[in-house]
């Protein structure tokens, strides 16, 4: 005999599921549309001379790129964790507390030209450095330090209070508690921030197109934070408006091996999260 009251659940099961799904093909199949668009349009120029050479190729630039995400990590990651740790751990909840919350809710929205125009400003003209590696991966610090806080302060929160009231009662002060029991247990939710921050600083041209990046350096390679560098983000931009005679498939090759390199760093922060989450497991 059926049972008619079961029937409903489950269809509305299964039209949940179905709506799931389908919001995941809509997100990733455009996703994978370009990609595979972007690919078949640079194929024919993606060798290994574009890749590696380092007088036409792309090896300076992509050196370069990586050595802006590696010191604007060093330092947004602990601005952005000391500020998280301020804001869940000792700060009084009250209505400034919130008023920051809202300001970095709303500093995360702000176009990155404005950070460009900033980092123009403060690094750049105010502080002297000129244009260099410094000056930029200070303004890509800056236009990441909302969605690192952000992350890091929810990767707080999501820890147990019965383990900071543990370690308290064993005799350990709150600051040992923090560093000792709340930081390792956060580290994974903390590092998926970082990983997020990274993809969207790679990407990113306005912030150096004021503050770092040049087409062409005599000495391509940065031997200190106040070199000039090449950059792919800044290197694609000048290739698609300002230099019509590089072939389209450069570009197009151009962009493979940015979003390329942009896979590979998330692949590793994902990689070194997942192990730390089984360490913390543990």
């Given at each position: 005999?059926?049972?008619?009251?079961?029937?409903?659940?489950?269809?509305?099961?299964?039209?949940?599921?179905?709506?799931?799904?389908?919001a995941?093909?809509?997100?990733?199949?455009?996703?994978a549309?370009v990609?595979?668009?972007?690919?078949?349009?640079?194929?024919?120029?993606?060798?290994?001379?574009?890749?590696?050479?380092?007088?036409?190729?792309?090896?300076?630039a992509?050196?370069?790129?990586?050595?802006?995400?590696?010191?604007?990590?060093?330092?947004?990651a602990?601005?952005g964790?000391?500020?998280?740790?301020?804001?869940?751990?000792?700060?009084?909840?009250?209505?400034?507390?919130?008023?920051i919350?809202?300001?970095?809710v709303?500093?995360?929205?702000v176009?990155?030209?404005?950070?460009?125009?900033?980092?123009?400003?403060?690094?750049?003209?105010?502080?002297?450095?000129?244009?260099?590696?410094?000056?930029?991966?200070?303004?890509?610090?800056?236009?990441?330090l909302?969605?690192?806080?952000?992350?890091?302060?929810?990767?707080?929160?999501?820890?147990?209070?019965?383990?900071?009231?543990?370690?308290?009662?064993?005799g350990?002060?709150?600051?040992?508690?923090?560093?000792?029991?709340?930081l390792?247990n956060?580290?994974?939710?903390?590092?998926?921030?970082?990983?997020?921050?990274?993809?969207?600083?790679?990407g990113e041209?306005?912030?150096?197109?004021?503050?770092?990046?040049?087409?062409?350096?005599t000495?391509p390679?940065?031997?200190?934070?106040?070199?000039?560098?090449?950059?792919?983000?800044?290197?694609?931009?000048v290739m698609?408006?300002?230099?019509?005679d590089?072939?389209?498939?450069?570009?197009?090759?151009t962009a493979?091996?940015?979003?390329?390199?942009?896979?590979?760093?998330?692949?590793?922060?994902?990689?070194?999260?997942a192990?730390?989450?089984?360490r913390?497991r543990w």
């Amino acid at each position: 005999m059926s049972r008619p009251h079961l029937i409903k659940p489950r269809t509305g099961q299964r039209f949940a599921f179905v709506m799931l799904w389908a919001a995941a093909a809509a997100v990733v199949l455009p996703i994978a549309g370009v990609v595979i668009y972007m690919v078949f349009r640079g194929v024919s120029a993606l060798d290994w001379e574009l890749v590696a050479s380092t007088k036409e190729g792309l090896l300076p630039a992509m050196i370069g790129t990586l050595s802006l995400v590696g010191v604007m990590s060093v330092v947004a990651a602990p601005l952005g964790v000391a500020a998280a740790i301020y804001l869940a751990e000792y700060a009084r909840q009250g209505t400034l507390v919130r008023l920051i919350r809202l300001a970095i809710v709303n500093l995360a929205g702000v176009p990155s030209v404005v950070y460009g125009l900033f980092g123009l400003a403060a690094f750049v003209i105010l502080l002297g450095f000129g244009r260099c590696l410094a000056a930029g991966a200070c303004t890509l610090a800056l236009l990441v330090l909302p969605l690192v806080i952000s992350s890091a302060e929810e990767a707080l929160r999501q820890i147990p209070r019965g383990l900071r009231e543990g370690s308290l009662a064993l005799g350990a002060t709150k600051w040992q508690t923090i560093r000792r029991v709340v930081l390792p247990n956060a580290l994974p939710g903390i590092i998926t921030g970082l990983i997020l921050s990274v993809g969207r600083a790679a990407g990113e041209t306005a912030p150096i197109l004021f503050t770092a990046a040049f087409y062409s350096l005599t000495d391509p390679f940065p031997r200190s934070l106040f070199d000039e560098i090449l950059a792919l983000p800044y290197q694609l931009y000048v290739m698609a408006t300002e230099a019509p005679d590089v072939e389209d498939a450069t570009k197009w090759a151009t962009a493979v091996v940015l979003v390329g390199l942009v896979l590979g760093m998330n692949l590793f922060a994902t990689v070194l999260r997942a192990r730390l989450r089984r360490r913390a497991r543990w």
